[in-house]
């Protein structure tokens, strides 16, 4: 019985019915803010890692450096510095992530049945994606800071490309965790996992780039400023777009056309100043200038470009689960 109303809490995302309304903690949207964006760093992360490992391009891009004769690429102290600061970010966002899952599901310590009674539900699927990918960020983390031989090197790119895999399942897996909850049309979208999965990525360039400003005096490091800039702004088209299919498909799978609360209800200034403004319009703006001027930004201008994506992507998961709640009620 224990398991079964844990289960249920879980897959729930925390919602419990109280007289025909549904609940959610602020932890929830915290949780899912913080794990979304620790995947999409070590998403983006990962990905540079591996193209660095087995790319055969030996002219100036980004994170390239010369081939070693063991016939793997070497990092540059640049690439490493911003690896190190990337992952341990990626690592304390998961590990704040998963603390405010667990303290608003009221019972954390019964937290270890769903490992020993799994189930093929989202919930289920989901606990066990977010334990391999802490695991595999885990060494991930190890293999930047500490200097190991080649064998765990090796080990720790086979890390890299499961984690990788297991990042977009969780970047996923935090849409379909609201997706779930039937009770509440507003997320009951087949775009609100895809939404969530390219802002997800777009908050890990993010993360990413404030990594850099930490390395504004090492060589190289405008080149991957303009790299990340490029691959955030793809992200954010996509992420608009996915937003715009989402509002189609929820004003017309509903009659109250549940979207239209985020664009004049109570939720409406959170969306159109944080969402759109902060995490769409402003950062593509920022970015198309510095790309149309063929300039390099500033570190304080990445260093806003990077907090105003992030503002975004927890503006978008802010409206969303109070929008939706509010709709349930």
């Given amino acids: 019985m ?7 809490q ?3 995302a925390a919602e419990t019915a109280r007289g025909g309304a549904v609940v959610f903690g602020e932890l929830i949207v915290w949780y899912l803010f913080l794990g979304g964006t620790a995947a999409g760093s070590f998403a983006v992360l990962s990905a540079i890692d591996l193209h660095t490992a087995f790319s055969h391009a030996n002219g100036p891009c980004l994170a390239c450096a010369p081939r070693r004769h063991r016939g793997r690429r070497a990092r540059s102290a640049t690439q490493r510095r911003i690896a190190q600061a990337g992952y341990a970010a990626a690592f304390v966002m998961l590990v704040a992530g998963m603390l405010c899952l667990l303290a608003d599901l009221g019972r954390p310590e019964a937290f270890y049945l769903l490992f020993l009674y799994p189930t093929g539900s989202f919930v289920s699927v989901g606990t066990f994606a977010l334990t391999l990918f802490g695991a595999c960020l885990v060494v991930a983390l190890a293999e930047s800071v500490l200097t190991l031989g080649p064998a ?13 895999a297991l990042a977009v399942v969780v970047m996923v897996y935090t849409g379909l965790l609201l997706k779930s909850v039937v009770a509440v049309d507003l997320w009951q979208s087949a775009w609100l996992p895809v939404l969530f999965l390219f802002s997800a990525l777009s908050c890990g360039c993010g993360v990413v780039l404030l990594c850099t400003c930490f390395c504004a005096s090492f060589p190289g490091v405008l080149a991957w400023v303009r790299g990340l800039a490029v691959a955030d702004a793809v992200f954010i088209v996509l992420e608009a777009l996915a937003a715009a299919a989402f509002a189609a498909t929820a004003n017309a799978a509903s009659a109250g056309r549940t979207f239209d ?3 004049a209800g109570d939720q409406s200034g959170v969306f159109w100043l944080g969402f759109v403004g902060c995490g769409i ?7 198309a200038s510095a790309l149309a001027a063929r300039r390099s930004h500033r570190s304080s201008a990445v260093a806003v470009l990077a907090v105003l994506v992030l503002v975004g992507g927890l503006s978008l998961r802010f409206v969303l689960v109070n929008a939706g709640v509010q709709t349930a009620v």
């Fill in 2 to 8: 224990l398991c079964r109303s844990l289960r249920r």
């Fill in 10 to 12: 879980v897959r729930q």
């Fill in 152 to 164: 765990w090197e090796r080990a720790a790119l086979v890390a890299k490309a499961l984690g990788a």
């Fill in 261 to 263: 609360a985020l664009l």
């Fill in 281 to 287: 319009l402003a950062p593509l703006a920022i970015e």
